[in-house]
């Protein structure tokens, strides 16, 4: 039976170790939370990932190789402060590398 997957990448910087992302995930648990108890209420079964990367795009395709996703859907926070064009370049990096892979990339802006 096919699952519904949550992801949220905790990006580290280069210089630090992937350890230290621990301490940073309290927003992805309450994000998290949230969409899993949405799941539950309609009954899809999922469950929730979050991952330290130090760059989202590697976080996102490590996942989509461990998970064997067939299909990615992703968000972004319209307050983010970083711009459009890079967040369009993470989105262009990983969904080349995941359609080799013979999954899916979608997002929603």
Not at 31 to 38: N, R, T
Not at 68 to 72: D, L, P, Q, R
């Given at each position: 039976?096919?699952?519904?997957?949550?992801?949220?990448?905790?990006?580290?910087?280069?210089d630090r170790k992937l350890k230290e992302g621990i301490g940073l995930t309290d927003k992805a648990e309450e994000?998290?939370?949230?969409?899993?108890?949405?799941a539950d209420e309609s009954a899809i079964p999922s469950k929730s990932i979050i991952k330290i990367s130090h760059r989202i795009s590697k976080g996102i395709y490590d996942t989509c190789v461990e998970e064997?996703?067939?299909?990615?859907l992703m968000d972004r926070e319209k307050k983010q402060q970083f711009s459009w064009p890079f967040f369009a370049s993470v989105i262009d990096f990983s969904s080349a590398k995941v359609n080799n892979r013979g999954c899916h990339f979608a997002w929603r802006n």
């Open positions: 039976m096919p699952i519904l997957s949550f992801l949220y990448v905790v990006e580290i910087m280069e994000i998290m939370q949230h969409a899993q108890s949405l064997e996703c067939n299909f990615i």
